[in-house]
């Protein structure tokens, strides 16, 4: 009896416990109804991390397609004010190119032709606003002395160069733009409708800072003769442009891929990028771009620039390709920026090709032949006798093409010297004059340019080891120059010129010796005194420009305003640094102190002074330093050539 009492009481708890499950999920259902009721669905609070995206209303997935959930408005308002920025910055960079072109045009025609004594107008300073911003704003590194030397962890780990104040300044804010940019979205909307939003908006923004990444990268970039801002400055706004597109791009891909895989799944996720030709070609664009931000990392640009130059261009143009069909596909209203992109990279493609062809290609006279002579210090002068004539202008640059060392590949290299020849016979050498009497002397004439280069790695070090091969050091072939490019500084207007050089820099300021001996003798610049500061590694480094030097110390009244100032960094034997401490060419063993000449001429200085320097990070960080701490003294103008990509 109690047996079976104990069997029934067992059966009747079983069969209540599934009621009891079925009245604690009644209970719960209550409590979500009426928290719904408090929160409607657009407002539910989120408890945890992921309920956000747990939760999401049946129709969230329609925000991963088209332009559900993307504001228009929005996106085309922040791209107008980018590039309301972009030429507001052009504007200022222009008025203040123009105040300084306005004042250098009024003293080169007052200061001309002039006794020392009628420049001592121009030896001070006549505003106050003007050398304050050169001090701190226009010349300034970002902190202490530091610029255009390398950040290196070795000899073969480099990070690059920091960016100047100004430049820094203008990067900071266009950064922190877009990023505000991007953040500014309708919150109230669902976490669907903000992602989705976020998605237009980088798009948008991505796709926009393409167009001026493209632009800075090209070398006829129409707005460096305009504000005549040298390609160096270009080049890295290119790259800090590019780095907020790739960023941009990454943000844009993840907004979609986050709530493609929350509502739809990673198979619907796959199948999309597989079987769409919008979305698969956005995956591309992504995976280019992103892998452009690896390969454009400094330590591995710096490394293997020559084999990044020819693999970036390369994804650039596939990452173009790829975003031009994507927004094609999606029937985005971002198709007319993609045909400008192209547009702007088919039209200066052209002016370049244009500009090889008529200075190197000649049905008469055939392509450029290119002499490679071999010299002491593991060096290399280059000269490329072109097939017409060509007006040669000082402190210009070359893009040199030696199809036989590198096919595709073009390398930058100031031209330290050019001469015209009799056409057909480039040993007779005309002489040069700035008042040339034969109209008709460019079609009578050719050009040939030179420049010196240091043997390091890829295309210097071939160059040097084929000519130091052939006999007597001399090398033929053929090739093509591409330019002239930079020039943008004159200098013809300062009574006193200090040209600092450190090793191949020379070629960068021989130029300007000899235009500005030339015009001293025929009464065209205002220049009284020029001093040449060449630093070298040895003496055997004084044979890279002999000949020209030669030519510029007979030529009429150099004794008058040139002085040079030669230091032996690492000479062989003391025995070989004849020291000097007197004459027009003295030589010194060590490292010059930038400081200490600058201040002595700048004590002695005739008229307006300008301080010029060409060569190693390190020396030209000094030289800016010394320049920085005397222009609010009086009136001193630094100029700065460099090669930091």
Known sequence: MSTSRHVLAHQLRSRAAPLADLSSQADAMLER???????????????????????????????????????????????????AFTFGVCAFSLGLRLFKLGNNHLRHLFATGSGRDRQTYWVYNQTTWWPWLKRYLAYAPIWSKRH?????????????????????????????????????????????????????????????????????????????????????????????TARIVITESVAHFLAWAVLKVATEGWKSFNMSIQKSSFIGSGFIAFVVMFFMGIQGWAPVRHAFYETFL????????????????????????????????????????????????????????????????????????????????????????????????????????????????????????????????????????????????????????????????CPNGVLTTKGAIEGPYGGHESLDSYGTVLLFAGGVGITHQLSYIRHL??????????????????????????????????EILKMPGRRDVLRIMLFVTKPKSMQEVVMSGTGTVQMFPGRCNPQTILDKEFVERIGAMAVTVCGPGGLADSVRHAARRRTTLGSLDFIEEAFTY
Not at 526 to 541: D, F, S
Request: glycine share 6%; hydrophobic share 45%.
């Open 33 to 83: 109804r009426s928290s719904n009721k408090e929160h409607p669905e657009g407002d539910t609070v989120s408890l945890t991390p992921r309920s956000a995206l747990d939760h999401l209303p049946a129709n969230a997935s329609m925000y991963t397609h088209g332009l559900t959930g993307v504001d228009q408005e929005g996106d085309y308002l922040f791209v107008n004010v980018l590039i």
């Open 517 to 550: 001996v030339a015009g001293c003798a025929e009464g065209t610049v205002a220049a009284k005194k020029i001093i040449l500061v060449w630093t070298v590694p040895n003496t055997e480094a004084l044979e890279w420009v002999r000949p020209w030097m030669d």
């Open 310 to 469: 020819n693999v970036h261009r390369l994804a650039a143009v596939a990452a173009i390709a790829a975003v031009w069909v994507h927004v094609k596909e999606g029937h985005l209203p971002q198709v007319p920026w993609c045909k400008l992109m192209v547009a702007i990279w088919v039209l200066e493609f052209v002016v370049r090709m244009f500009r090889i062809s008529y200075h190197n290609f000649s049905r008469q006279r055939g392509i450029s032949e290119v002499t490679v002579e071999a010299l002491p210090s593991d060096a290399c002068r280059l000269t490329f006798h072109l097939s017409r004539h060509w007006h040669f202008k000082p402190g210009t640059h070359v893009h040199a093409y030696v199809p036989r060392f590198s096919w595709w590949g073009s390398h930058p290299f100031s031209i330290a010297w050019a001469d015209d020849h009799a056409v057909g016979n480039f040993n007779e050498k005309l002489p040069s004059s700035t008042h040339d009497t034969d109209l008709d002397k460019a079609n009578k004439v050719r050009t040939s340019i030179s420049m010196i280069t240091r043997a390091r790695t890829g295309f210097t070090r071939q160059l040097y080891e084929a000519a130091e091969k």
């Open 148 to 240: 255009n030397r390398e950040i290196q962890l070795s000899s073969a780990v480099s990070f690059g160069t920091l960016p100047s104040r100004f430049q820094l300044i203008l990067l900071t804010i266009y950064f922190i733009s877009n990023i505000a940019y991007c953040g500014a979205l309708h919150y109230d909307r669902g976490i669907e409708g903000v992602m989705a939003e976020l998605r237009g908006r980088t798009g948008a923004l991505a796709t926009y800072n393409m167009i001026p990444t493209i632009l800075f990268a090209m070398r006829n970039n129409p707005f460096i003769p305009l504000l005549k801002v040298s390609f160096d400055t270009f080049n890295l706004l290119h790259r800090w």
